[in-house]
């Protein structure tokens, strides 16, 4: 759930950007699938979440912290910004 030139800056491998041609075909995808999904900081992932919740699907993760936490965290190579 991030911008194009934020996706310019770095990215998480596998990651598909949330636009509304994926967004609808997330709403045809069963119900448990699970959803993934993070931002800068946590914010926007987290009301994309909450969107899909609310939409039926059972289970919707935000990334907590965003790829800032991912890089500090996890994968220390993502550039943060």
Known sequence: ???E???????IEGAIHLTQEVADT?????????LVFHC???GRSYQ?????????FSDVVN???GIEAWA????PSTPRY
């Open 1 to 3: 759930v991030r911008t």
């Open 5 to 11: 030139a934020e996706r310019e800056i770095c990215t």
């Open 26 to 34: 997330i709403d045809e995808l069963p119900k448990e699938t699970q």
């Open 40 to 42: 800068h900081h946590g």
């Open 48 to 56: 994309a979440a909450a969107y899909f919740g609310q939409r039926g």
């Open 63 to 65: 990334v907590v912290g």
């Open 72 to 75: 500090l965290m996890v994968d």
